[in-house]
Every structure is written in structure tokens, then in C-alpha cells.
């Protein structure tokens, strides 16, 4: 009988499980020079066994790991409010060259102008896209920099003799939930405020709540659930006339790129997220970049360093006169910041406005075509991405929102985004982005119709999902109460 290919077990059989005592991946010759003495004794883990594989056991082994791998490169990845587009390989080209990779972030500004142009322009153009002169390119993601601007708000407010007074933050029960944990972190009381039948905000309540004991109101446009936030430009004219600043998570820039700017709506301060609209890696795949724009009232504080450029022409990391001070090492994530250059550069003001309007339309065709099948709680046409609900399913058939998303692993797609936002039962949040052919929703769209299908017809096919990955559906209860943080050997059978 022959030997079982990785691929066969490869669920079952870590590389420790593969070991076989003696073989080695590389040959390490002799040490001609001095011995070097071991650690104490008592510093050795005599218990610490490490698989013993050869090279090609090891490379075939990785291999087959990394094929199990899936990601925007794989196929499609409708992961909502996440913006998980193609990667041009270009980004990575630009970003790799030496010159700019190799670039020490302490070297002396004049041994680095080209990094430090490059970034300069960078920062104009997000100011330019976002309609808000002053730009810090330093904050390390979106989280970061929701912080920076609330930080930011906290500053102003002190200097101007009202901070003790303003320490609420009105955040919408659609927001991402970093929103009101950012605001809990830098101090303030959260308020929430409800969403209207029309899928925004409730502007009666909004209007209501707002008084000289509100320092922030943070609102994500376009919202969380894939719709134009209505009146918010009347909002922002409340919120001013009420004394305090408008704060914009521009999570979901993606969808308007090119086509109205957060400062001509009447925002005060928003931040960016680089790994997303403007398609660097994400997730796993790098580190975040969350820059933050604001108006001129609001520049003097924002996060060192800033990108200037002086008199004599040359480039240097400076400090705001009452900036928040630093929110990590040097600059930023440089290489994240130079893709997104390569982006921007590649595509000009047409191209993203292109993309923003090709991204528009694949959500609104995915919304059309899954219709029907499952619940659309907000029915009206969408921007970036839709969200639908499992409710139905759930409600006839005892099958849900989890249970499609785990099927639909099975028909070759990721999951999208689940029970987000929290503010609609059973939530399956998908966004196409555009970089999406019309091949690829459609296939999509005829896996989540067939799934819904099948939740007539056999809800516990779908209750067993998936039927197909290498790994089957995880005891989650199991995993949190009692989780196994290492491998241990099998007992000996009998």
C-alpha cells in the first residue's frame, strides 16, 4: 500500500506527526574555530522536541500548507467592511526597490529625500481625495488613527477651556466597534444613537442628544451597512452650531474615491485606511496604515511627525506645535504608505473615481441578483457593499447565518463577514470591491442562492458544513473553555 500524500491527511498530520528521528532538512558542517560553552544546565528544555524532517519532506510539507492558504490571490474574497481587493503586484515593485526599502528611518533627512518626497506627495493627495489640508501619515491603522483624531478633538477642546464640560462621544448603533471603544479609551461617556427605518441615522435623536456636554460625534460614511449616510451635511452644521467636532471613519473611502470629500461634508478630522482603499497588503499579508486628515483648526494637533517641507527645499519629519505627540516608532509603515503611493500614482484622480464607481456597481449588482433568496432589511440601492440577513433561514428552516457562511467554503469562496453589524439578525455583510469581474459575483451569487436553496431542502447538510475543507467545523465552546496550545503526542493505540 502506498504512503498517503500530504494532501491526504494533511488535517490530521502536523509535521510532528511526519518526524521520523534523524533526518534533517540541512547538513551543518563541522566547527573548526574555538567551543563555545552550552548555557547553565538548569537553562536547557530538555523537553522541547522539534520535528525531524528532510528538505524535501519539509519543502513539500510547507507547500502543501501554503496551497491551503486562501486569499484575494486565490479567488474571491467578499469579505464586508474590510475592502479586500486584488493587490497590484506593481505596489510591491515600487515598494521593494532599494532605495526605498533600504532606507533607515533615523538616516539624516538628506540622505533620504526621495522617501521622504514620495511621502509628501502621498499626503497631498490625501488631502486632496479627502478634502482636508493637513495630513499625518504616522498612525499604524485605522484603530490607531480613530484614536489620533479623538486625541486630537480631546487637545482642541482643552485648549479652548471646555474639555471638562464635553465628555460625551454620539456614536451611530451601526459604527464599527472600534469607534466606541476608541472613544471609551480616551475617556469620554458613549452614546449611542439609533438607526432610522432608512438605514441612517435617526436625526431626531441626534438633534436631541446634542448639547454643550458633547465633545465628538463619530460617523462612518458611507455607513456600516453599505448606505449613504442621509443629511450629513445638515448633521455636520448641527454638530458645529452645538460646539462640537464631527469625527470621520473613512473605512469605507473605497466607495467614494474621487466623488465627494469628507471636509466638503463638513468633517473635521477622519482617518484612512491604506490597507484597504488604496490596496496595500492586509491582514496577514502586512501591517496597517491609518493616516489621519484634518482641517486647519485642527492641524497644530496632530500625531508627530508630519511630512514638511521647508524654505530650502528640503524634505523633514517635523513636529505640530501642540501635536499629541508620537503614536509609534519614526514614521509610520513606510512600505505600506510607499504601495499605496504606487496606487494612487498608477491610477490618478479619473482611476479612482473609476474604481469607486466600479465598486458601487458590484455591490448593487450582487444586491439585484441575491435578492429574493435572502432578507434585505434595508432595501434601497447601496454603495460599496450590501448587507443581507439569514433571518428567514433561521426562522423556517432552524438554519443560520454561520452555518451559510461555513457551506459556502464548500462552493470555493471565503465567508464573508457575519452578524456585523450587530443592529441586523442573523447579518451577512458582502463586499465584491472592484476588482471583481462580472463572472465572479455571478458565481458567487449562484453559490448563496444554491446554499439558500438548500436550507429548504437539507438544512442539515448545511448544519455539518463544510463538508469539503481539510479541517471540519471547530467545537468553538471546546476551543474557549479548553484549548490545546501545543501538540502533544497521540497515546500509543491498545
Known sequence: MSAPRPSDDFGGRLSFDRSVPGRAAADVPDWDGPPTPLPEARLLRETLRLPELSQGELVRYYTELSARNYGIDSGTYPLGSCTMKYNPKVNDLVASLPGLAQAHPQAPPEEVQGTLRTLAELAGGLAEITGLGAVSLAPAAGAQGELAGVLMITRALEDRGELAARRRVLVPDSAHGTNPATAAMAGYTVTQIPTAADGSMDRAVIESELDASVAAVMVTVPNTLGLWERGIEEVAERIHDAGAYLYGDGANLNAIMGRARYGD????????????????????????????????????????PVVTEGGDGVVRLTAPEHSIGRMQQFGGNVGVLIRAYAYMRALGLEGLRATSGQAVLNANYLRVL?????????????????????????????????????????????????????????????????????????????????????????????????????????????????????????????
Open 370 to 494: 441575491m435578492e429574493g433568496h435572502y432578507d434585505l432589511p434595508y432595501d434601497r440601492p447601496v454603495l460599496h457593499e450590501v448587507v443581507f440577513s439569514g433571518s428567514r433561514q433561521r426562522r423556517q428552516n432552524g438554519v443560520r447565518t454561520y452555518d451559510i457562511a461555513k457551506r459556502l467554503i464548500d462552493h470555493g469562496f471565503h465567508p464573508p463577514t457575519v452578524y456585523f453589524p450587530l443592529i441586523v439578525e442573523e447579518a451577512l455583510m458582502m463586499e465584491p470591491t472592484e476588482t471583481e469581474p462580472p463572472e465572479a459575483i455571478e458565481a458567487l451569487a449562484e453559490a448563496m442562492i444554491a446554499i439558500a436553496a438548500e436550507a429548504e431542502e437539507d438544512p442539515d447538510k448545511l448544519h455539518g458544513a463544510p463538508l469539503t475543507a481539510p479541517i471540519g467545523r471547530l467545537d468553538e465552546t471546546t476551543a474557549a473553555r479548553r484549548p490545546v496550545l501545543r501538540w502533544q503526542p497521540e497515546a500509543p493505540a491498545g
Open 265 to 304: 461634508l463638513g468633517f473635521d478630522v477622519v482617518h484612512l485606511n491604506l490597507h484597504k482603499s488604496f490596496s496595500t497588503p492586509h491582514g496577514g499579508g502586512g501591517p496597517g496604515a491609518g493616516p489621519v486628515c484634518c482641517s486647519e483648526e485642527l492641524a497644530p494637533y496632530l500625531p508627530t
